[in-house]
């Protein structure tokens, strides 16, 4: 009866720290939001499970030929640019804006083809979470007839707790070092 009791008790407890940190989320947290995703595995991935680290995060989808190449090398460009430290701090998610086409399959192939560094995320969220990611993002985006997309090609900084620190507008491959200066205080703060 001990240990049952015990038991509960760690049960309870666990539950209560849960809440806890979830309750102490900031009120401008984007991972208030209840989206869910996958990644290039096919795992299920909450979007309010990325707290915990503070992370680059930019919406894409991997039929396009001209911003969204550009949005992942101006990130691997920033990657290159931080120290193995700061990079162990820093996670990058790529959000797809087309889960009918970006499929697991087709997020390994986009990481693939950009060699991508070990432990990004390419998250698929459902159709019905989408809207909601790239508007807490505060990212725009329509379909044209001939199946591409038209999207704010920006990558987000998000602190820990998922405030967003700061944007970069992508023009290019390039990173643009006001943002490299911004990660770098986020992470020597962290």
């Not at 984007?30 to 299920?44: F, I, K, N």
């Not at 190449?69 to 996670?91: D, T, V």
Request: aromatic letters at 6%; charged letters at 20%.
């Amino acid at each position: 009866m001990k240990f049952v009791s015990f038991f509960l008790s760690a049960a309870l407890a666990f539950a209560g720290a849960a809440q806890a940190q979830s309750q102490a989320l900031p009120g401008d947290s984007v991972y208030h939001l209840q989206a869910s995703t996958r990644d290039a595995a096919g795992q299920p991935v909450p979007w309010p499970s990325l707290r915990g680290q503070p992370r680059v995060v930019s919406m894409f989808y991997g039929n396009c030929h001209l911003m969204c190449p550009l949005i992942i090398e101006n990130a691997k460009s920033l990657q290159k640019q931080l120290s193995p430290r700061e990079r162990a701090k820093l996670g990058i998610a790529m959000v797809s804006l087309d889960p009918a086409r970006d499929t697991p399959a087709a997020m390994r192939e986009v990481a693939q083809r950009h060699r991508v560094p070990d432990g990004w995320q390419f998250l698929i969220p459902s159709d019905n979470d989408v809207r909601a990611i790239a508007s807490v993002l505060d990212v725009r985006y329509r379909f044209r007839e001939d199946g591409s997309i038209n999207h704010t090609s920006v990558l987000v900084l998000l602190d820990a707790d998922g405030r967003i620190r700061a944007r970069s507008e992508v023009a290019g491959a390039a990173a643009d070092p006001q943002f490299l200066i911004q990660i770098k205080a986020l992470l020597a703060e962290s």
